[in-house]
């Protein structure tokens, strides 16, 4: 079997180690860019969240790889979207209001409310719907303050809880994208970036 | 629903971990990347590495240890100790750290929390507050207890997630390394002032101990010396927060539905 070439799309300055190194245990050959060129031609591209929603479409505009997303997502090529990068699948943000994201899904993401712990960290339990293949029942870890409370229309959910319900992760085509961190909920997670990366892409 | 978290907790100097009562009297307990991973294979959900080391080289070792540990931990991994700039926790995060956690820096220049969360997020950014008891409230020591600063703990956490720490790991000093329980008033005052998660630490001795901590307000449970003498598994703490009816992540290879048979 060959080894994935998988092209881990820079949105910003913070780390990436936890991404690169859960890549290469799964056995793929990370490296990372911020290329329009690689993020089109990659087998399988990953989209990390880093800092805010707002900084990060800023990222995604200035390179060009904004579309380059898009067009991957259109076509259902493998990609991985993770926590922000999963926000940015959004039209907006309420951390960023002024920020306008790549609108694939038609909705608005928000802060969880008060009388839970903001920050959410920790491993929540999510629930699968029907049909969903990759995402399966288990413990995730999350580490967000905002979330999308509705599951959009044409995707496969996994639903938590905090405070109420909230999308933990969605899933069409070769396209997977998390509100937690795949790469820090251990062997679950492992599995589940495994199944991601065997899908053809 | 969001679980409550069991963190080991690995004091690193020099790149080895130690263990000592209040930082004294330390001793070898063995290698990071080897106990951290035994940690996650026993159910850790995240582990805590604090850099005790009291020299620059010592530091380079401890950057170096929170990249080995890295490639093998598939669970979060805060890391604190020595932390005053936004260079250092931004070494840290490169290394491989995903939070990052600063103490005596923060006490003396809050902004530094404000300049963390700016820069990599408030998901990024821990306070570490160093509680003693003084009377019915408590202080806030710095330089590993060295130092008392004539700050109330409770409103130097709320002023820390003001300034933007996402996080609290509270450690009670008048308990730590003493194995007589958590400091739970201290903990459930905390819990109650601030909006952010607090993770509860010192005075660790049994299982029961971490259930109490967590039954009193804390998100998380941080214990070091019960795990690296083997006393308990954190599996054994896990069934014990099952029995408790607190909900809990289980251990690998023990289902996911939360409970134990």
């Known amino acids: ?201 | 629903m969001l679980t409550a978290r069991v963190i080991p907790c690995l004091d690193v100097d020099a790149g080895r971990v130690v263990k000592g009562v209040r930082f004294q009297g330390l001793k070898d307990a063995g290698d990071p990347v080897e106990l951290a991973t035994a940690y996650e294979r026993q159910g850790a959900d995240e582990i805590v590495m604090l850099d005790v080391s009291a020299t620059p080289q010592g530091r380079h070792n401890a950057r170096d240890a929170v990249a080995a540990v890295r490639q093998d931990l598939g669970i979060p991994l805060t890391v604190g100790g020595g932390v005053r700039s936004t260079d250092d926790a931004g070494a840290l995060l490169e290394a491989g750290a995903d939070k990052v956690a600063a103490n005596t820096a923060a006490v003396s220049r809050p902004e530094l929390l404000a300049e963390m969360a700016g820069k990599f997020g408030r998901q990024c950014t821990v306070v570490a507050i160093d509680a003693a008891a003084n009377g019915d409230a408590w202080e806030v020591v710095t330089l590993s207890g060295r130092q008392r600063t004539g700050m109330d703990a409770i409103h130097w956490a709320v002023q820390a997630v003001e300034h933007g720490a996402g996080e609290i790991l509270l450690t009670s000093w008048d308990r730590d390394g003493t194995r007589s329980g958590y400091e739970t008033r201290l903990i459930a005052a905390v819990a109650a002032a601030v909006p952010v998660p607090v993770i509860a630490s010192g005075g660790a001795a049994s299982p029961a101990h971490l259930v109490e901590a967590l039954g009193h307000g804390a998100d998380a449970v941080l214990a070091a010396s019960i795990f690296h003498e083997s006393d308990y598994t954190v599996g054994d703490v896990k069934q014990a927060m099952a029995r408790a009816g607190i909900p809990t992540r289980p251990a690998p290879g023990h289902g996911n539905q939360g409970s134990h048979a």
């Open chain 1, 1 to 201: 079997m060959t080894v994935p070439g998988v092209v881990v799309c820079r949105t910003g300055t913070a780390n990436l180690a936890s991404v690169i190194a859960a890549l290469r245990r799964a056995g793929a050959a990370p490296r990372t860019s911020h290329s329009a060129d690689d993020i089109r031609t990659a087998s399988h591209v990953v989209l990390p969240g880093v800092g805010t929603f707002g900084a990060a479409m800023d990222t995604l505009r200035s390179t060009g790889t904004d579309d380059a997303l898009k067009q991957r997502i259109e076509s259902g090529r493998p990609l991985l979207a993770i926590c922000v990068g999963f926000q940015l699948l959004c039209r907006t943000s309420e951390e960023s209001p002024d920020a306008v994201g790549l609108g694939l899904i038609d909705d608005r993401v928000t802060r969880f409310p008060d009388g839970v712990r903001v920050p959410q960290f920790g491993w929540n339990s999510l629930a699968p719907g029907s049909g969903c293949r990759t995402l399966v029942a288990g413990h995730a870890y999350f580490a967000n303050s905002y979330r999308l409370e509705r599951a959009p229309r044409g995707w496969r959910a996994a639903m938590a809880d905090h405070g109420g319900p909230f999308v933990a992760a969605l899933e069409r085509d070769a396209l997977v994208a998390c509100q937690f961190h795949p790469e820090l909920s251990g062997s679950w997670g492992a599995a589940l970036i495994g199944r991601w990366l065997a899908m053809p892409c």
